[in-house]
């Protein structure tokens, strides 16, 4: 049966299906290595008893740490209440989160948790069926999950945060202006999905970029109703951030709260040229900043795969990769500079077509798993901000 014009297929679903038990094993090893970096984390400060308080209270809040604090508190108690600091954070998951947590039994820590490793698993099985899709290599599919699952920075997907959302709504929006053969993109799902992504996190909005470049493509063979379809979709990214700042023009009489307060000194920065703040990185290793130096080597390999995503892909992945990449080098404040480009999911494609030969994959994924744990460790002693 075929589907009608600017809908999903109707056998993604059952292929989606299929993936989920896929991908199972790298989703639950990712899980395994977390919880056990979370378990050596409680034992250093059980034998160690650190003088710092913050090292014991960041073990203590675990998986929902860092910023994933802020989420389950906006879930909570809603943005005002927590002052301006919590307008950096979009909406969309807290908003599931306190659905969620609307059910008997159902904290809004657990609720959070849910989100995000529900849309991690969601996200990791339409990430192996996109790449299938794209390129008929079922192993490149597999390679790819399992390095998107255990890359260092990952371990994000496992905690409180918003990135396995964000990441499940673009990978959705790909599959919609991607489609297999000669079928005809599904804007008004992709516009659904980008609006999503805008109302999920700032970088959300990058997906302009990719849906405007398929619908250019296909502009000259598209009827009237496919070139709405595909106007509505590229500028609902954008609509998805709008509505958010319109919310708290509303709420504070401060349309730009949200961008503003990411762009604080203290926070992501204020724009800066990108190649500045590298050389300043770097110099930091002279000045014992290791935790700001160690930045660098990711993102002389974040620049190579972006390259590698341009050649070896059509050109709205790669592009999508440079625009979150250059995102996230835009601030003077690098710090989670990794998590951030995991959102960039053609990085981890690219990468992942360099390590065809089996030696190499192992190899490479010992080396991830590794980096997985070491950094879920810093994140969890207070040393390093994921």
Known sequence: MTSRPGTPSPGLLRRGG????????????????????????????????????????????????????????IARYGYVPLGHPSFRFFPLVPVVTRAL????????????????????????ALLAVLVRRETGDATLARRTIWLLSLAPPAFVLVMGYAEATLLLFVVACFLCIRPRGGAAPAWWWAAVFGVAAGLTRPLGVVLVLPIAIEGWRRWGQSSTRQRLGSAVAVVAPLAGMAAFLVWSELAVSNFLLPLRVQTSAGLHGGLS???????????????????????????????????????????????FA?????AALSGTNLDSFERYALSAFPLVMAASTLTGRREVERAVLALSAAGMVVYALLAFLNISVP
């Open 273 to 319: 040229d990108p190649a500045t703040t590298l050389v300043h990185d770097a110099k930091g290793v002279l000045h014992h900043h290791f935790g700001t130096a160690l930045h660098v080597p990711w993102i002389l390999l974040v620049l190579v795969l972006v390259v590698l995503a341009l050649r070896r892909f059509p050109a709205s992945y790669g592009v």
């Open 101 to 124: 947590a609307l059910l008997p039994g159902v904290s809004d820590g657990a609720a959070l948790l849910g989100v995000a490793n529900g849309s991690a698993l969601l996200a990791t």
């Open 322 to 326: 440079a625009g979150v990449v250059l």
């Open 18 to 73: 299929k993936a989920i038990v896929e991908v199972l094993p790298a989703w639950i090893t990712a899980r395994v290595l977390v919880l056990g970096a979370l378990a050596l984390a409680h034992l250093i400060v059980s034998r160690t008893h650190p003088s710092t308080p913050g090292v014991a209270a960041r073990v203590h809040t675990g998986l929902l740490g860092w910023d994933a604090g802020w989420y389950e508190s």
